[in-house]
């Protein structure tokens, strides 16, 4: 007992004694992190990694021990061994404490903890072992101190890093730590799991739609995720926990994959292919010399695995061709050039976190993750526009697939009754032939009469002849105008103006004041017009035209006061145009054929080509319109046409 005394005397006196070149941390409240920054710790650097814990801890070795230059401890020769040492007394009786090594990729970290006899025990973690050799099985490198620290106790570490760190090293008590871990895992499982239901989700729509862009978008997420896993320590601890050695090549093999499967997905998505060839090539180069890369790390040069700074270029560039693509009036690149311009931006907060530029924090050090999962909800709207777009796209080829069925059907019975209509057109045609050269036989009989009895007379009733004559004359020559009229609607296109139909109204009139009856008629306007209306003006006039002047040549004689109403009433969408008489009138049976060609009644058959009413639906049939009847013989007659606002049509 009293040797055991003895050494314990001892060991305190020694850990006093070398514990006084710094303060001493004393951990007193239970929530805090106690953070070893340079007031608490000395530090020296073992190049050749020969120094055992006896050398370090004995009085020869005190003196090589320095402050730091720095808050925290850094590593200013990558592959050295660095020694600090801190001295701790626990205010808080029995209490658990844990001391963490927030740098998680650090090769190796070897915790020396002492007892009451002077020995140290070692406590082992880093990057560079086995996951399960961790005391606790968390993603940082964490270690259990001692239950009872009641007087000063000096304590040792050993790490080592083959890239350059500060390190940041913590104490807390274990309550604390359980409950921050807790929380940590908690967060990360949802993180994961909303990128897992990304990935299952969009690897779904590839199988049922078969378009690569969801299969690119579903491996971007994946090593988006396994990217997100290297950089907070999760990889490690549930993928490759048996494979330390794959730990200094992890994070920029899961970039380069990462950076690859986003041009990937970049190119399918925006169709650059199609739409933007020369950004294409760009992005077809970018890829190339993304996987070149990828090789020189492996075999050449290890030392560039920390310049990650690289791919920030295929991000400006994939982020250069959604903008291009959205001003291009491509609608889904907009949530893709919003999804990318959070990506860049955690991106750089990340990659100026590792290069020190700025402080580490928890924002900072989960940059990654957070903007991950805003990029995700950005580009799955993205992808939802796509989405919603072919389904649109089905449901037009299933709209066109019912169509095409029913055109099989209608094409079956149609090839039925084609013969039928060709032969109908023929017979329309020699129809149209056959009453056209009847119509202008007779009058050509007539004149040739005419002329033959006038060389013959030898009388003086020249005058005679050429009356009749003239007379011939003007029949055939207002049958040939009106062929000529339904030869020039029949091919005209249609030159659209805006209708003013009062004016056409009375330009109509004013023109017909010299026809023989004109003064015998009583004209009527009721026109009420509203808003724009476009047509064809030609038209129009001559639909005016031709009513007035049957108005006159068809009164009755039997009225002592003939009339023509003429009432418009029109509208941005349609026009209704009517003419009311109260002239001869149109029998029953002939009203059916009124509008059919070289159709005459008897009673005007002298005057009438049997053209202008034929002509008149066929004008008003141009204009997409349509024309009625109605009639009563001996009390007149009422043509309402209905034609719709042609600047609709051109929307």
Request: net charge neutral; proline share 3%.
């Amino acid at each position: 007992m009293k040797i055991r005394l003895f050494f314990s005397i001892c060991f305190w006196a020694i850990t006093l004694t070398y514990g006084f070149g710094r303060d001493t941390l004393y951990l007193k409240e239970v929530k805090a992190n106690h953070f070893l920054t340079r007031e608490f710790i000395e530090v020296v650097e073992d190049p050749y990694h020969k120094w055992t814990i006896d050398q370090i801890s004995s009085p020869e070795f005190n003196k090589l021990f320095s402050t730091l230059k720095t808050e925290f401890p850094e590593n200013e020769h990558p592959g050295s061994a660095y020694w600090i040492k801190f001295t701790v007394q626990n205010k808080e009786p029995e209490m658990k404490w844990v001391f963490e090594c927030y740098n998680f990729k650090v090769r190796f970290v070897e915790l020396y903890i002492p007892d009451e006899k002077g020995n140290y025990h070692l406590q082992r973690s880093g990057s560079g072992l086995n996951f399960k050799e961790r005391t606790l099985q968390h993603k940082n490198l964490d270690f259990l101190l001692p239950t009872r620290i009641k007087q000063p106790t000096t304590f040792y570490v050993k790490f080592i890093s083959y890239d350059a760190v500060r390190i940041r090293f913590n104490i807390r008590s274990y309550e604390e730590f359980t409950s921050y871990a807790l929380n940590e895992y908690f967060l990360l499982g949802i993180f994961y799991g909303m990128i897992i239901i990304i990935v299952l989700y969009n690897f779904f729509l590839f199988l049922r739609l078969q378009d690569e862009a969801y299969l690119y978008y579903a491996l971007y997420a994946v090593f988006v995720g396994a990217f997100s896993m290297v950089q907070d320590g999760t990889g490690f601890q549930y993928l490759w926990p048996n494979f330390p050695e794959f730990n200094p090549y992890a994070l920029f093999f899961c970039s380069a994959v990462m950076i690859i499967c986003m041009i990937m997905y970049t190119k399918s998505f925006l169709e650059t292919e199609l739409r933007l060839p020369l950004m294409n090539r760009i992005l077809n180069w970018a890829i190339i010399l993304r996987i070149l890369l990828f090789f020189v790390q492996i075999f050449l040069l290890s030392e560039f695995n920390n310049y990650i700074w690289v791919d920030i270029i295929p991000y400006l560039l994939v982020y250069l061709a959604a903008i291009i693509a959205y001003k291009r009036k491509n609608s889904s690149a907009l949530f893709f050039v919003l999804g990318f311009s959070v990506l860049f931006l955690g991106f750089t907060v990340n990659t100026l976190r590792i290069y020190k530029m700025i402080p580490s924090t928890i924002l900072t050090a989960y940059s990654i993750n957070i903007v991950v999962i805003i990029e995700m909800l950005l580009l799955s709207m993205a992808l939802a526009e796509r989405v919603k777009k072919i389904r649109e796209n089905e449901l037009i080829k299933e709209n066109l697939n019912r169509e095409l069925e029913l055109k099989v059907k209608e094409r079956t019975e149609a090839l039925m009754i084609q013969n039928k209509v060709i032969e109908e057109k023929v017979q329309t045609l020699d129809t149209f032939i056959y009453k056209a050269s009847h119509d202008i036989k007779g009058p050509l009989k007539s004149l040739i009469g005419i002329t033959d009895l006038g060389l013959k007379d030898t009388k003086e009733n020249a005058h005679i002849y050429f009356e009749h004559a003239l007379k011939t004359a003007k029949k055939l020559d207002a049958i040939i105008k009106d062929l000529l009229h339904i030869t020039k609607v029949n091919n005209a296109n249609i030159e659209l103006s805006e209708i003013d139909f009062k004016i056409s109204a009375m330009e109509a009139l004013d023109n017909l004041r010299k026809l023989p009856g004109y003064e015998k008629v009583t004209f009527e306007l009721d026109i009420k017009q509203e808003g724009e209306f476009l047509s064809e003006k030609n038209i129009i006039y001559s639909l005016f035209q031709n009513f007035i002047e049957n108005g006159i040549k068809y009164r009755n004689p039997k009225v002592k006061k003939s009339f023509l109403k003429i009432k418009v009433k029109a509208d941005s969408h349609t026009a209704e145009i009517k003419f009311t008489d109260n002239g001869i009138g149109i029998s029953p049976e002939h009203q059916d054929k009124i509008f059919d060609m070289f159709f005459r009644v008897e009673a005007q058959a002298d005057d009438s080509t049997g053209l202008g009413l034929y002509i008149v639906k066929l004008s008003v049939e141009k204009l997409g319109g349509q024309i009625f009847l109605q009639s009563k013989l001996g009390e007149g007659s009422s043509f309402t046409i209905l034609l719709q606002n042609m600047r609709k049509a051109t929307l």
